[in-house]
């Protein structure tokens, strides 16, 4: 699918240039081709009526040692007729003697039509008549220049426009290469997503569905003799009801349709709320939780996601944390901004996986994160929590200090 789109964007590209580049050089060619004509134009009216040219009843080489003036670039010559169409008097700028043996042909041509300006196609003329006293005077403009000068043109058209157009093509694949790579990444991920949530969904249901047939084996048991059953049956619903909405909440901030209500938060009681619950639980597993919280600091933010987001992350902290291990919550002021810190002491973080930490189902250690009923799936969320309220996520993890992670929010001064 993802060739055939860049395929596609290619084809559309380059058939847009086409389109462009001949609408281009066609009115290049269009212009030039009414200029030369203008200029042809010009030189038989002029031709028609100048009566002080070099005049000669017989066509002849002009003397070389005379001081005549340069030649136009257009070759012109008159001739003027009588009552009967023969010719009087021949007016001529610069021919030689090449156009006597044509001269005949020329006039023929010309009266031969009705119009009294035209083509002499065979010879590559231009004539335009005109009707005096004296009869009909007719001028001649030489085309060669003319016909030259748009083949030329035409030349370098078409080579210019197959130049441009390959030009083109390698820009167009480069950008179509460059367009597609979000896509493509995204589609991959979707992919991904899609097998990864899948996958999550067939352990619980695997084992609802075990226990299920456990239970229906022992029809006349009573409810207490299988309640272990039942528990691991509620227990897995529970999970698959805890990932079934983690979906759903990536999936509607994905398409912005996640209800945010943004109010003036103290933060520093919300974090403080957060903290408290699991000073038990950290206490049940020999682990302690040091917080530095400052007081009365507010931002502007969705106060049910804020909790949501620290939860996340205090929970994290204990999880991963060593045995007998320490945590650390600070939140403090640093100038316009709030900076939110939570240390753990344990194994550090490999540099190369933290680039990966807040993909979603990604897991640093697979074995642990299941035994701890992880999906992956909860730092994702924190960071599209964090991005909602235009904030910044960063985590630091080493064997000296721990793993850190660092949430900063804007400021919302206290009136």
């Not at 080493?398 to 001064?413: A, Q």
Request: aromatic content about 10%; charged content about 20%; overall charge neutral.
């Amino acid at each position: 699918m993802i060739n055939k789109l860049k395929m596609k964007f290619i084809f559309t590209n380059m058939i847009l240039i086409f389109i462009i580049l001949s609408f281009t050089f066609a009115a290049v060619y269009i212009s030039t081709s009414n200029r030369l004509i203008r200029d042809s134009n010009d030189m038989l009216q002029k031709t028609i009526e100048q009566e002080n040219e070099i005049h000669k009843k017989e066509l002849d080489i002009a003397d070389p040692s005379a001081d005549y003036p340069p030649p136009p670039q257009i070759l012109t010559f008159a001739v003027q007729l009588d009552k009967n169409n023969n010719i009087t008097d021949i007016f001529y700028n610069n021919i030689d003697s090449s156009y006597t043996n044509i001269l005949v042909t020329l006039v023929n041509s010309a009266l031969n039509d009705d119009n009294t300006t035209g083509f002499v196609q065979n010879k590559g003329f231009r004539y335009l008549k005109h009707t005096n006293e004296k009869g009909i005077k007719i001028a001649f403009a030489d085309r060669s220049l003319e016909i030259n000068t748009l083949n030329s043109l035409l030349k370098t058209s078409i080579l210019v426009g197959i130049g441009s157009l390959i030009a083109f093509f390698i820009v167009s694949l480069y950008l179509a290469n460059w367009a597609v790579k979000p896509i493509k990444k995204s589609w991959e991920q979707q992919r991904q997503f899609v097998a990864d949530a899948s996958h999550e969904l067939k352990t619980p249901l695997t084992v609802i569905l075990a226990n299920t047939d456990i239970v229906l084996s022992h029809k006349d048991a009573t409810i207490n003799n299988q309640i272990k059953w039942i528990d691991y049956i509620k227990a897995e619903a529970e999970r698959m009801t805890t990932l079934v909405n983690d979906l759903l909440f990536l999936a509607k901030t994905d398409a912005n349709k996640n209800e945010v209500i943004f109010s003036k938060v103290n933060l520093s009681d919300t974090v403080w709320n957060c903290v408290l619950p699991f000073e038990s639980a950290a206490f049940e597993q020999e682990k302690t939780i040091e917080s530095e919280i400052s007081s009365d600091i507010f931002i502007n933010g969705d106060n049910n996601r804020l909790k949501q987001l620290f939860v996340i992350l205090i929970d994290n902290a204990i999880k991963y944390s060593n045995e007998k291990g320490h945590i650390n919550v600070a939140l403090i002021q640093n100038q316009d901004k709030v900076n939110l810190s939570i240390n753990n002491t344990g194994e550090p973080i490999p540099k190369e996986q933290i680039l990966h930490i807040f993909e979603r189902f990604y897991r640093v250690d697979e074995s642990r994160a299941r035994e701890k009923y992880g999906y992956g799936l909860g730092l994702s969320i924190a960071k599209s929590i964090v991005g909602t309220h235009h904030g910044k996520i960063t985590v630091k993890s080493s064997e000296s200090e721990g793993t850190t992670f660092t949430v900063s929010f804007p400021l919302v001064k206290k009136i």
